[in-house]
């Protein structure tokens, strides 16, 4: 089975290429293509993955190609993992909104408004491409905005393409664990949109064991969202959020702690990352090691300034580990050999939650099987979350007409309808902004 990985010079890929290395199951993964436009990262990730298969006798071969029609040929799973504009990108999307006093967080706010308007039409390009060279391949979407992201794909692929984040896995393995159930035996009731959603229930044995953990001050602030958010406003909630809320729930602080920080987290990674793409060029430099020493610090330092305005400390050791290798891994084996499983993806709502469209990419349970992804029917929102998800899926409608139409007025109106960006005056500001350092979005007229 040949997968295809796009941005397959990027620094995460090697988790993908660990966790495939543990299949050796009959329909695994037996070839995977590197695509990226830069040759360099490519060279670079190809030296990290070959000392990751060493003594591997059936690693999957892995080739490279800076021909994207070439690398779709006879895919049957691409992986879309792509970063328009790269880090420096992001670097700017969180300084100039920054500039404005609103948050550039890399999807949520002004700065995910921005990488989707440059974003969106390179994957709408990529997705025509899907369904002209390989009809047959099932896309799996890590690219950021995720939802907005898959559902822009959507349109041309259909339910082929499904999008997924680690975040939602996280945080119910998190849950799971401090109640000490153990979290492949658990029902999570999770809900949202992408990097926009709540854990309302994590069932065990037919039984609900989230009222104990909210009935329960010590057990709810002795894990990381009970640290982030505060014991009193989750039980205020009934639910626990997905920790990208934490942007929403206390914004001025996150946006006083992004604008006192040193450096923004897109900086940091540009910087962090330059040095290890340099260093890969030393043929003698030992690849493997140097890239796990560079993630164990990106990981530790995940969301820092956010921990230090809540005063939550430093990550815990068991979150450091990543997961959304793993959730590829799955979702793959799923549709491939027909496993059934269940996962939090970012799928087409159909009529699971009523008050969106059927077509709207929202990120819910889903039995998957060799048909692919099935959105599980949920219970409605609370009025508070119905309020931001419809707000944000407004936002994101408004950001895909902008990348169709290449109107810099609706580009403006997506900005300014979004709950952290108070101001038209600030969305017209952002759009001039963002279009002086980004030449991806030239476009907008």
């Given at each position: 089975m040949k997968l295809t990985i796009l941005g397959g010079g990027g620094f995460r890929v090697p988790l993908v290429y660990g966790a495939l290395l543990q299949d050796h199951a009959e329909g695994r993964v037996t070839h995977v293509v590197l695509h990226d436009l830069d040759t360099g990262r490519l060279s670079a990730v190809t030296r990290v993955l070959a000392e990751q298969a060493a003594g591997v006798p059936d690693a999957p071969e892995v080739s490279a190609t800076t021909d994207l029609d070439e690398a779709l040929r006879g895919a049957d799973f691409v992986f879309s993992a792509i970063r328009v504009g790269g880090?420096?990108?992001?670097?700017?999307?969180?300084?100039?909104?920054?500039?404005?006093?609103?948050?550039?967080?890399?999807?949520?706010?002004?700065?995910?408004?921005?990488?989707g308007l440059r974003t969106v039409p390179v994957a709408v390009d990529i997705a025509r491409r899907v369904a002209r060279l390989a009809p047959e391949a099932w896309v799996i979407n890590f690219t950021n905005p995720a939802g907005l992201v898959t559902e822009a794909m959507s349109r041309h692929l259909g339910d082929r393409v499904i999008g997924i984040c680690d975040s939602p896995v996280g945080l119910g393995r998190r849950i799971a664990r401090v109640l000490g159930a153990n979290p492949k035996e658990a029902w999570i009731d999770?809900?949202?949109?992408?990097?926009?959603?709540?854990?309302?229930?994590?069932?065990?044995?037919?039984?609900?064991?989230?009222?104990?953990?909210?009935?329960?001050?010590?057990?709810?602030?002795?894990?990381?969202?009970?640290?982030?958010?505060?014991?009193?406003?989750?039980?205020?909630?009934?639910?626990?959020?997905?920790?990208?809320?934490?942007?929403?729930?206390?914004?001025?602080?996150?946006?006083?702690?992004?604008?006192?920080?040193?450096?923004?987290?897109?900086?940091?990674?540009?910087d962090q990352q330059a040095r290890f793409y340099a260093e890969m060029t030393n043929p003698d430099a030992p690849a493997l090691k140097v890239w796990d020493d560079t993630r164990a610090e990106r990981e530790a330092t995940y969301m820092a300034e956010n921990r230090e305005t809540a005063g939550a400390g430093e990550r815990d050791e068991d979150d450091l580990s990543g997961g959304y290798e793993k959730v590829a891994l799955a979702l793959m084996r799923a549709i491939a050999r027909d496993e059934r499983t269940t996962l939090i993806l970012n799928v087409r709502?159909?009529?699971?939650?009523?008050?969106?469209?059927?077509?709207?990419?929202?990120?819910?349970?889903?039995?998957?099987?060799?048909?692919?992804?099935?959105?599980?029917?949920?219970?409605?929102?609370?009025?508070?979350?119905?309020?931001?998800?419809?707000?944000?899926?407004?936002?994101?409608?408004?950001?895909?007409?902008?990348?169709?139409?290449?109107?810099?007025?609706?580009?403006?109106?997506?900005?300014?309808?979004?709950?952290?960006?108070?101001?038209?005056?600030?969305?017209?500001?952002?759009?001039?902004?963002?279009?002086e350092v980004h030449p991806g979005l030239a476009y907008l007229r």
């Amino acid at each position: 089975m040949k997968l295809t990985i796009l941005g397959g010079g990027g620094f995460r890929v090697p988790l993908v290429y660990g966790a495939l290395l543990q299949d050796h199951a009959e329909g695994r993964v037996t070839h995977v293509v590197l695509h990226d436009l830069d040759t360099g990262r490519l060279s670079a990730v190809t030296r990290v993955l070959a000392e990751q298969a060493a003594g591997v006798p059936d690693a999957p071969e892995v080739s490279a190609t800076t021909d994207l029609d070439e690398a779709l040929r006879g895919a049957d799973f691409v992986f879309s993992a792509i970063r328009v504009g790269g880090l420096e990108g992001r670097a700017n999307d969180e300084r100039v909104a920054l500039a404005e006093g609103v948050l550039g967080q890399e999807t949520v706010g002004a700065g995910g408004i921005a990488y989707g308007l440059r974003t969106v039409p390179v994957a709408v390009d990529i997705a025509r491409r899907v369904a002209r060279l390989a009809p047959e391949a099932w896309v799996i979407n890590f690219t950021n905005p995720a939802g907005l992201v898959t559902e822009a794909m959507s349109r041309h692929l259909g339910d082929r393409v499904i999008g997924i984040c680690d975040s939602p896995v996280g945080l119910g393995r998190r849950i799971a664990r401090v109640l000490g159930a153990n979290p492949k035996e658990a029902w999570i009731d999770y809900v949202g949109l992408n990097h926009l959603g709540w854990v309302r229930g994590l069932h065990v044995a037919g039984r609900d064991e989230l009222p104990r953990l909210l009935g329960d001050p010590d057990l709810l602030g002795s894990f990381e969202e009970g640290k982030l958010f505060g014991v009193d406003w989750l039980r205020s909630l009934g639910a626990i959020p997905n920790e990208y809320l934490h942007y929403y729930y206390f914004n001025r602080e996150a946006v006083r702690a992004y604008q006192q920080a040193e450096k923004t987290r897109g900086a940091f990674l540009h910087d962090q990352q330059a040095r290890f793409y340099a260093e890969m060029t030393n043929p003698d430099a030992p690849a493997l090691k140097v890239w796990d020493d560079t993630r164990a610090e990106r990981e530790a330092t995940y969301m820092a300034e956010n921990r230090e305005t809540a005063g939550a400390g430093e990550r815990d050791e068991d979150d450091l580990s990543g997961g959304y290798e793993k959730v590829a891994l799955a979702l793959m084996r799923a549709i491939a050999r027909d496993e059934r499983t269940t996962l939090i993806l970012n799928v087409r709502n159909r009529r699971t939650l009523s008050v969106l469209d059927t077509d709207a990419v929202i990120e819910v349970p889903c039995h998957v099987d060799a048909n692919g992804a099935h959105p599980v029917t949920v219970e409605p929102l609370p009025d508070h979350a119905t309020g931001l998800v419809c707000a944000v899926k407004a936002v994101e409608r408004e950001v895909l007409s902008a990348a169709d139409s290449g109107s810099q007025a609706t580009a403006v109106k997506a900005f300014a309808l979004h709950p952290l960006v108070d101001s038209v005056n600030v969305a017209r500001r952002l759009v001039e902004g963002y279009t002086e350092v980004h030449p991806g979005l030239a476009y907008l007229r």
